[in-house]
């Protein structure tokens, strides 16, 4: 797990006085699958271009599998498979046509590349459009034969660069499981940039949030709500039906249970801040008091809260 | 005796049965090697190259048009043929390249067609090279497989010239066949190695017009701002310079009276200026080529012209003279190409 797979140091890429990635660092292990998180316009995309070599960095090194992108670029290509936001097919020749050029672009002599073409279309569900013209795929097909196009190579690591975009969300989610079970099977590391929150979180072992060109923070998805709501780390959401009680009635009830910090009245309910996890005592408290618990919730902070706090943070700085 | 024959049919069955398995053997030996094969990626992309040209609409309505006309050409030339033989021409003895020069005004003769229509077929083969691949987003999925970047550019340049070359040998021994039908008199071998000569050339000439249109495809992202910009200079080149160079010229023309020099000098500027212009090079070369009494592409004095007997220059002698010609073409040709291939290495790849 501590193979280091993909290595960025110190990269940084100018176009004129703009700088689009500025002094990034990360490392990706093996066999992880990593969500490359941030807006549009932060970088991702030319991030992902250094990677292969497609770019050259102003500064810094990119070193994938081991191999220095810039200066190596032909093998790290044919180790990586790459997935573009809107993935170009020849319109004129069919899905099956369009894999087996690929195949052979990677020294694929034609018999395997029929093979492995027609394999990989079984595995993406395609294979009733195999002779079909990819000028006549829907989005969503386009988009499942993008990674059959990837995966023909017998890739080490895939990188998709929102893969998801423009698809129905019954289609991400089957694209989503597609990509988590080939990760698992396989043993490939995936590299998945989005700006789409949820879907980060449901298929990323880790992230990275990447803004303006900077990396802000990067770990699992606990680590990263630990580290940005350090000051208030759990949050209990009560409602109550008794009008009587409110916030001061309430927080002298709640002031004797260990680790209680501080509520604050929200409408109609009441958000109680927490040094360690009470919401079983909370519960016990309210109930015991006869103040009718109608609503009670231990706040997880999802990427969203994550996402807002960093985004409020970046566009201050 | 019947018994013998028998023997003989059998044997004769089971030979043709023994080859005709032989022949089958071979032919899914070398499917299979081909299909086993390793081809290198430069291959690929060349073979998808000639064959997306050779299943567009765009190259049958071009080969369409410009078989036509030459065609058309021919036939104009044959039919005056008689006429075109006139005794005590110097050309008479090459009988055959008269098909691709003779014509009776009506169509102008083959070469010069070929002159005209190169041109055509170069940029609209090249026009749409690399902005189209921009264009569908399938740029970056090429590039990021395991190839050189040069390979792609080299091979779409390659594939081009290689269905450009095929078409104009084929066009060629067309109208070499037609003329053997017709007149009934075979080429000499010396006629024939003109006429392959004439052909090469051609195809370096629709070589520059293609790289000169590759070089606007990765200027200019919308294909068609970059065919009409290959047009326009096709146009330029072709109708407007040479009247420009007619009306600068003018200015300078030395007087009637002027001394033998400053007339010479005059008439080789103006010939200079036309020959940065590649159909000028390509004409010259071709006329050359074709008709072997051609002995000179400059101006030449009376002195320089007393006493010699109107004759045929042999092959070598033709091809030295359009030796500048021809080198200045394939000068024009890589130079195109060296921009667009500096161009294009230094160009961002990105998806859409």
Redesign the interface.
Known sequence: MNNKIIELVDLTKQYGSFTAVDHLNLTVHKGEIFGLLGPNGAGKSTTILMMLGLTEPTSGSVKVCGINSTTNPIEVKSKVGYLPEDIGFYDDLTGLENLIYTARLNHMPLIQARQKAELLLQRVGLTNNSNKKTGKYSRGMRQRLGLADVLIKNPEIIILDEPTLGIDPSGVREFLELIVKLSKEEGITVLFSSHHLHQVQQVCDRVGIFVGGKLLAEGNIQELSQKLFARNPFITEIKVSNKQYTASKLKGLLQKIDGFIDIADNKDSFQIECSRDITAEVAKVVVDAGAGLTYLNKKEYGLDDIYYRYFEGGEKS | MNNLKKKVQNSIALLSDKSAKVFSDIKTMILKE????????FR??MA?EIS?HV?SWRFVILIAIITLTCFGSVFTALANFSKAVKPNDPNDIFFFLKLFTASDGTLPPFFVFVGFLGPLLGISLGFDAVNS?FN?????????????RDSFINAKFAGSLTVISIMFFTLGFMVIGLGLIKIGVPPTAQEFLRIICFILISIIYVAFWLNLSVLFSILFRQPATSALSGIAIWLFLTVFYPLIINLVSKAFEPSKMAAAHQIIRYEELKLLLLRILPNQLFSEATTTLLMPSVRSLGPLTMEQLYGTIPGPLPLGQSILLVWPQVTGLIAATILCFLISYVLFMRK?????
Do not use: A, C, F, M
């Open positions: 081909n299909e086993t094969k390793v081809v290198h990626p690929v992309i998808k997306d299943k691949e569908r987003g399938t740029i970056s999925r090429v590039l990021s497989q395991p190839i050189h961002e790849i990105r998806p859409r």
